[in-house]
């Protein structure tokens, strides 16, 4: 149940919800195929949003329909698209679009300064960010996270899951054979003080972490991953957890210009099930 903060919140939101007429026939005539969708602004026609859908009528539809975008939908004026394959460079598309523009509705996939995981070396848990190492190919880092926070509260929920104990991990400070909190509580096994040894801590702390691996680039360079759609066929160029760019040919996709080889975590969220599972038909470039 939504509380009455939130409540009182997205009533405010809807106050001023009018339909937005101005905004109906440009909806409908978008295809119903896959794609990226833009709403732009009165104000230099700037991005006021981007989405993605496999069917772009509809789901603009629905954003007209939405009260709690009315603030958004008032400082509309036009809306354009870029139709795609399949959902996959849909996907692709709006996470680099939305870090590009940075629309002011978007609340997710904006542009992060700095990536961080966690690393597990010679027994000990630290924080690392995208500056201190390169995500493309350094093996026993886990996880992805947008802030030190984060991948801190990820550690602790690891370590709740498996009964971990903070102080060895590093998230409290406890003098040495001195049982923490948790243990008394049999939330931690005890090797803070001796019930279980550091040993099986760190074997169990080994297994823990290894779900969270983050996986290297498994090709030797970029690969062009084949989506084909109704009407379209496209080819993305990807390359150490990087999207480049789509093209209509292999040929094209070959002559594309590609930057440096950054790790993207969008696109590596996106892409590392379906490249690890062997889900799409792909072309060495």
């Known amino acids: ?10 009533s405010a939101r809807a106050a001023g919800y009018v339909f937005p007429e101005h905004l109906r026939e440009q909806a409908r005539a978008l295809p ?3 794609g990226v969708y833009t709403f732009h602004g009165r104000e230099g026609g700037l991005p006021l949003y981007i989405g993605k859908s496999v069917n772009l009528r509809t789901r603009v539809l629905d954003h007209l329909r939405t009260e709690e975008e009315a603030a958004m939908l008032r400082q509309s004026e036009r809306i354009s698209h870029l139709p795609m394959a399949g959902d996959l460079g849909a996907q692709l598309l709006e996470a680099t679009m939305v870090k590009t523009h940075r629309p002011l509705y978007n609340r997710l996939l904006r542009r992060v300064p700095r ?3 966690l690393r ?9 960010h995208s500056g201190e190492v390169d995500l493309t190919s350094a093996p026993l880092l886990y996880g992805v996270y947008s802030s030190e926070r984060s991948a801190r509260e990820a ?3 690891l370590a709740d899951d498996n009964r971990l104990c903070y102080s060895l991990l ?7 054979g001195r049982p923490c909190f948790r243990s008394m509580l049999g939330q931690c096994l005890g090797a ?9 801590h760190q074997r169990r702390l080994s297994e823990a972490l290894a779900l969270l691996e983050v996986v290297q680039w498994p090709y030797a360079g970029p690969v062009a991953i084949e989506e084909r759609g109704p009407d379209l066929r496209q080819f993305h160029v990807v390359d150490g957890w990087f999207y480049h760019g789509s ?6 996709a070959r002559r594309l210009r590609r930057g440096p080889a950054q790790f993207d975590r969008d696109a590596y969220r996106i892409l590392r099930k379906g490249l690890c599972g062997g889900q799409w038909a792909l072309h060495p470039l």
């Open 1 to 10: 149940m939504p509380s009455s903060a939130q409540a009182a919140r997205r």
């Open 192 to 200: 803070c003080c001796g019930r279980e040894s550091v040993a099986e």
């Open 32 to 34: 119903s195929q896959p």
């Open 120 to 128: 597990l070396y010679r027994g000990e848990v630290s924080v690392l």
């Open 115 to 117: 990536q961080f995981s």
């Open 170 to 176: 590093g998230l409290e400070r406890l003098p040495a």
């Open 247 to 252: 093209t209509k040919t292999l040929a094209a």
């Open 155 to 157: 550690l602790r929920r």
